[in-house]
């Protein structure tokens, strides 16, 4: 069953500690990004990665890093030096740069 | 860079009428437009796109028109169900090379 899974759903972290969100996909894409919803502001792009081993700072990169070891994964870190953290994060994937994307169920950040 | 407003954040309708939803972009340049449907709980789905060398495109009760002059497209919804509840962005694509969407609307279909 082909798709994007993103995990863990839920996350719950103390403020100064790192996280890692996990993104993979079986799709065969080559493209990949993670975007931060927040309500009232959209889908902001944190990340994008074109083709493996390549990555590029969206529009809200501050905080966050990411690597694109292989094709399938593209994990986001969300370090302790992002302000304002608590968020639902996206993880999506598109055929080839800029087409349709698809996207992963998401997760939810809680910073306490 | 590229600004994309979209309007109106929220919209109520009653079942069988018409829903539009305008979205105003800044860079001349963006050639790609698409719509993505966020169903309560879920992720966001593509719906209905169009590119610049197109003025109108239709799916069934789905429309999308593009003025380029203007810099603003437009979702067009006719006859909704209460299915179509859902929040919609509309996005484009900027100078930096990447899609920016806009803040979203939240459509209410009343039964």
């Known amino acids: 069953d082909g798709g994007i899974t993103q995990s863990p759903k839920y996350l719950f972290r103390k403020e100064g500690q790192n996280v890692t969100l996990s993104c993979e996909q079986n799709l065969n894409h080559d493209a990949m990004y993670w975007y931060r919803q927040d309500p009232g502001q959209g889908l902001r792009l944190i990340y994008y990665s074109q083709i493996v081993n390549d990555f590029q700072k969206g529009d809200i990169a501050e905080g966050y890093s990411v690597s694109r070891e292989k094709k399938e994964s593209f994990p986001l870190t969300v370090t302790s030096a992002q302000k304002n953290p608590t968020a639902f994060y996206l993880c999506?994937?598109?055929?080839?740069?800029?087409?349709?994307?698809?996207f992963g169920e998401g997760s939810r950040l809680t910073v306490l | 860079g590229e600004n994309v407003e979209q309007h109106p954040s929220t919209l109520s309708v009653q079942e069988g009428d018409s829903a539009v939803i305008k979205c105003t972009y800044s860079?001349?340049?963006?050639?790609?437009f698409p719509w993505y449907k966020q169903e309560l709980g879920k992720r966001p789905q593509l719906i209905i796109d169009i590119r610049s060398n197109v003025g109108e495109k239709k799916d069934q009760r789905i429309a999308v028109t593009l003025n380029k002059t203007a810099k603003h497209f437009s979702l067009h919804i006719t006859e909704t169900q209460p299915e179509d509840s859902a929040v919609y962005f509309c996005a484009a694509v900027t100078t930096e090379g990447f899609m920016r969407f806009g803040a979203g609307t939240r459509l209410t279909v009343k039964p």
């Open positions: 999506a994937s598109s055929i080839k740069f800029l087409g349709e994307l698809f």
């Open positions: 860079d001349s340049a963006s050639n790609y």
